[in-house]
């Protein structure tokens, strides 16, 4: 199963659209403004989801991006300060057992950032930290981000608040990139140019996280 365009690029799954970005779609869309499957995508009132614009993807058209599975798709943890309330869209991490000559069991764990104190008294992280995963469009066209805990792997959808911090909390970690480049030791080594990298790499990807919520914060 997959959802594809008319000349048969897989876009993605069921309204998600892991091989290709709202902006690809689009570009699509200007030239070939009859594809039903990329109608339907862009369509506010579909909810659908896009694979982030990592600045990976920025020369690459439908179908080239990297595969959604882990280890095979691009990904960037990002962090929002761990909050007292309760974060309901955490929910079990699952281990799955298969003993020799016995039957296979699942084993289930709360999540560390929804378990109850008693349960998880030893998790010291005052982050919760997500794989940034996906644009979501909402139904009045606004757009926001998505990404996976990497704990239990729930899904959340991200207010604009969490959003700006995640983008700062990358800044942050620019900074430590640009100064790590700056060391001497560095000078003639490859560790210079991968720090330099890492953090333009960042900067980007922090910029658009904020370009995806700037219309609602123009209005507010």
Known sequence: MGDYTKT???IGTCGRAYYATKGQLERYSLKTPND????????PKNKCHYAFPFPEYDYKGIGEITSFHPGERAEQIIMIKKNDQELTYHSKIV???????????????DCPYHSPANVSQNFK??????????????????????G?????GESNIFTQAEAVEAAANLLK???????????PE?????????HIETASRLRL??????????EKLIKA
């Open 8 to 10: 048969g690029v897989k």
């Open 36 to 43: 039903p499957e990329v109608n339907f995508y862009l369509d």
């Open 95 to 109: 281990h799955h057992i298969h003993p020799k000559g016995g039957q296979g069991i699942n084993l289930y764990c």
């Open 125 to 146: 992280d005052d982050y919760i930290r997500f794989n940034l995963n996906n644009h979501v469009q909402n139904s009045d066209g606004s757009m926001s981000i998505s």
């Open 148 to 152: 996976e805990c990497i704990y239990c």
């Open 173 to 183: 970690e620019a900074g430590w990139n640009d100064k790590e480049a700056l060391r």
């Open 186 to 194: 560095y000078a003639k080594m490859a560790n210079k140019e991968t």
């Open 205 to 214: 990807i922090s910029s658009r996280i904020i370009d995806t919520y700037s």
